[in-house]
């Protein structure tokens, strides 16, 4: 057949629409929006070409309106992990041998989709399934998907293309393999994004995914495989399940061809996973992969010489927006006493304007948090602080669930800088701030290392070069993602590839070249072309 060496469209990042009031954009989202949630949709299991409707299910609600009901998913039973599992491996030796060219065709197309007849639809069932608003939605399941789907194919062609050198009458060359088996995804309920890329980048390498959403984000998930699906996917590639989490996991991590993991969620979950994985390696073909982006405690640090006003933006926008449930979300600050009150002010301003809400209204800044369980955990959090000697609520406090999960955006201030809110993950619209003096800057930064367990994001603020130099050396471990003078959440694929180490995951940076070498498994192949035919070498006389 013909063959080439084949370039592919150069990736750029995918234009951020404004949704701002008469564009066409901020119609088509509102309008779809409008349309999905007085449907009903009947979400089945995806395993091969087959849609499998257990009648085992459970209703799709939206968290700012929890009383009204989206639609259902079927849970699936044991039988059904463990024909994922064999359709899966059925489908690898077509999929597999495809040319990559063509398996990279598929997901170009599924980006091509995504920013044009999908989009809405998308946005729409995010914010419907994840209580985004409309502007988080876009940089989320449309423009970072997107990214994810084209910079990945980019960096498949990169890894592709790292070959040996050759020395006389030798030639080296590297193939990657997919692995030998099938890959397991997780995905979070706070990335739409997340949720298509972890099953995504492996089956773009030549792997065969059986793939589990966040049951909260199952809604939008399931746009996700109609997408892929039109986009010409073959079944059996990436395989659909949901149902009860242990049932599926202790299934898939058991079987012989159990070929690596990809995750993203709590730190408690990765470490059951990691050591069960642990227990089971004598039963497994190969050494499985796992890579897994987990839990963030994470920091914003003022330097007295940092500008109030963009300390108080990068607070309002990096702990707030999308209701602090981003893994990056600023949970903890670290302020100057020369400038707290300046930041205060601003800070106090900023949170009394934003709106709550449903997010069919664009006005609205944030929405519900995700489920009743983060709910009761951080309605919790809230009231132990007002009753704490050494925290003080400044802005918000209150919270309402009646309607939907509504927590207000909470300034806490300690005089503790270990707090429990100082430490403890949240995932909530919850800031704890610590006001320290100014002198003690270098003591300041060495309590931001050693206060949490996690290392996911962090940022500093400064107009001292000196000063941003220290702390950046003084907190080289402290987060996987750094930011100067920026808030720390936004990562852009291809841009700031993402991930943490400690306790926040594995550091395997999604958005990067670095991430898809964790799914092939490289051979080596030496051609020698004239072999020698006298085994006696010339010391030998």
Known sequence: MPKGIYNVPKAVNEPVKSYAPGTPERDAVLATFKELYNANVDVPLYIGGEEIRTGNTKNLTPPFDHKHIVGQYHQAEKEHIEKAISTALEAKKKWAALSWEHRASIFLKAADLLAGPYRAKINAATMIAQAKTVHQAEIDSACELIDFLRFNVQFMTQVYAEQPISSEGVWNRVEHRPLEGFVYAITPFNFTAIAGNLPASPALMGNVVVWKPSATQIYSANVIVEVFKEAGLPAGVINVVYGNSSMISDTLLASPDFAGIHFTGSTGVFNDMWAKIGQNISKYKTYPRIVGETGGKDFVVAHPSAIPAQVATALSRGAFEYQGQKCSAASRAYLPKSTWSQVKELLVADIASMKMGSPEDPSNFVSAV?????????????????????????????????????IEPTVIVTTNPKYTTMETELFGPVLTIYVYEDAKWEETLALVDSTSEYALTGAIFSQDRYAIEQATKALENAAGNFYINDKPTGAVVGQQPFGGARASGTNDKAGSVLNLMRWVSPRTIKETFVPPTNYRYPFLG
């Open 370 to 406: 995700i489920s009743e369980s983060s709910f009761d955990k951080l309605a919790g959090f809230i009231d132990q602080a007002k009753k704490d000697n050494d925290a003080e609520i400044i802005a918000g406090g209150n919270y309402d669930k009646s309607v939907g999960y509504f």
